[in-house]
């Protein structure tokens, strides 16, 4: 099956700097790659995705980049600010796999003020 | 409002004492899926459903039990609870599968001693 790697695992920076989280995958299949965010006591909620057909996807302070050749795709948020520190959790599925969905372990992103 | 309904928010249990965690979605989704959420180990998927009347494992079913007799339900039943199911448990729901956006819950935390 599925599996998907992330790092780093906590990530600190301060505000107005800029943040990238990794992710790699095993299956070549998986063409659909969406991207998490939790705040502190609620469930995770859906900030961007990108699909197979495409390399980059903007919106505003958040893009996700995808290299289906080595298999990993990123999570860049510029200008950072205190409520953007959150959990963020990437997954990778395809829409062949029924409904299996893989989550990476999540990375814990602290912005200091 | 469109929402995922999770209930109980908390449980404190005993080894052994058959529970059910409610779901429920208004959103007309067929698709219906539970996770647990582990330090260290990022979103795990427990079990999932496609549409009524169809579930499937996901990567940890062991020890739990799930049905679907109608769309907007989906309760995750624990027969015989034990420590090791101690955990934070998340139910989403999305439009077709996990290749579409899933919405999730507000989380149930469950202990069991």
């Known amino acids: 099956g599925e599996n998907v790697e992330q790092h780093p695992s906590t990530l600190s920076v301060q505000e107005g700097d800029s943040a990238v989280i990794k992710c790699t995958y095993s299956?070549?299949?998986?063409?659909?790659f969406p991207w998490y965010k939790q705040e502190l006591g609620k469930g995770p909620q859906l900030i961007i995705d990108?699909?197979?057909?495409?390399g980059e996807k903007k919106d505003q302070r958040i893009a996700v980049t995808l290299n289906k050749t080595a298999k990993h795709f990123s999570l860049h948020i510029t200008e950072t600010q205190p409520e953007d520190s959150a959990v963020y959790f990437c997954a990778a599925t395809f829409n062949t796999n029924a409904g299996k969905s893989t989550f990476g372990d999540g990375t814990t992103l602290t912005v200091k003020p | 409002e469109a929402q995922v309904t999770q209930n109980p928010r908390y449980l404190i249990t005993v080894t052994g004492k058959k529970l059910t965690v409610t779901c429920s979605q208004n959103m007309n989704h067929e698709y219906m899926s539970w996770y647990r959420q582990d330090p260290g180990l990022g979103l795990r998927q427990i079990y999932y459903?496609?549409?009524?009347?169809?579930?499937d494992k996901g990567d940890v079913p062991e020890g739990y039990k799930v049905s679907r007799k109608e769309k907007r339900n989906f309760p995750l039943i624990l027969e015989s609870p034990s420590p090791n199911q101690t955990s934070l448990y998340f139910c989403?729901?999305?439009?077709?599968?996990?290749?579409?956006?899933?919405?999730f819950g507000p989380g149930t935390r469950l202990t069991v001693l």
């Open positions: 459903s496609m549409n009524v009347e169809v579930t």
């Open positions: 299956d070549s299949a998986s063409n659909y």
């Open positions: 989403a729901s999305s439009l077709r599968g996990p290749y579409n956006e899933q919405f």
């Open positions: 990108i699909r197979s057909n495409v």
